[in-house]
């Protein structure tokens, strides 16, 4: 009996861990992305976070990334997220990897956050930085909008 418990309480965890996060559309790997991008014609929307120590990239994440407005602009571009997170266990070794590469190729000022808009050749096009603690998304739902 304590091993059917076991069991079903490690299937009840593995489910938690396989539910969609961050809304389920961030891609997280680039040439994937690139790929998409050109096959279906839709810009990629590069977002640079700090997801565990970044205060205005988790505000940005909750006012315009979890936003309802944010819905209509999905099926315009390819959404991929790159983390630089302080802990270390929150991604890959192969993640951290990619990661700090596109932070080196897509944002060598290091800011957090950034937003770049690309296009199928990995060119920016756009971007846009930071976030005001005023908490107002107005500007990265213009920098969508003048890119679709």
Same mark, same amino acid.
């Given at each position: 009996m304590k091993s059917i418990y076991l069991i079903f309480c490690f299937i009840s965890l593995l489910g938690?861990?396989?539910?969609?996060? $961050?809304?389920?559309?961030?891609?997280?790997?680039?040439?994937?992305?690139?790929?998409?991008? #050109?096959?279906?014609?839709?810009?990629?929307?590069?977002?640079?976070?700090?997801? $565990?120590?970044?205060?205005?990239?988790?505000?940005?994440?909750?006012?315009?990334?979890?936003?309802?407005?944010?819905?209509?602009?999905?099926?315009?571009?390819?959404?991929?997220?790159?983390?630089?997170?302080?802990?270390? $266990?929150?991604?890959?070794?192969?993640?951290?990897?990619?990661?700090? #590469?596109?932070? $080196?190729?897509?944002?060598?000022?290091?800011?957090?956050?950034?937003?770049?808009?690309?296009?199928?050749?990995? #060119?920016?096009?756009? #971007?846009?930085?930071?976030?005001?603690?005023?908490?107002?998304?107005?500007?990265?739902?213009?920098?969508?909008?003048?890119?679709?």
């Amino acid at each position: 009996m304590k091993s059917i418990y076991l069991i079903f309480c490690f299937i009840s965890l593995l489910g938690f861990s396989q539910e969609k996060t $961050d809304s389920g559309f961030w891609a997280t790997d680039f040439e994937k992305a690139i790929t998409i991008s #050109k096959k279906e014609k839709r810009p990629i929307v590069l977002y640079f976070t700090g997801s $565990d120590w970044c205060k205005p990239c988790m505000l940005l994440k909750e006012d315009f990334f979890e936003n309802e407005k944010l819905d209509a602009y999905k099926s315009s571009f390819v959404f991929l997220k790159i983390d630089i997170p302080r802990n270390a $266990d929150l991604l890959t070794e192969n993640q951290k990897t990619e990661n700090y #590469k596109l932070l $080196d190729s897509y944002n060598p000022g290091k800011v957090f956050p950034l937003v770049n808009i690309l296009n199928h050749k990995g #060119k920016v096009l756009d #971007k846009a930085s930071g976030y005001s603690s005023l908490r107002d998304p107005k500007y990265y739902f213009e920098l969508l909008e003048n890119n679709k």
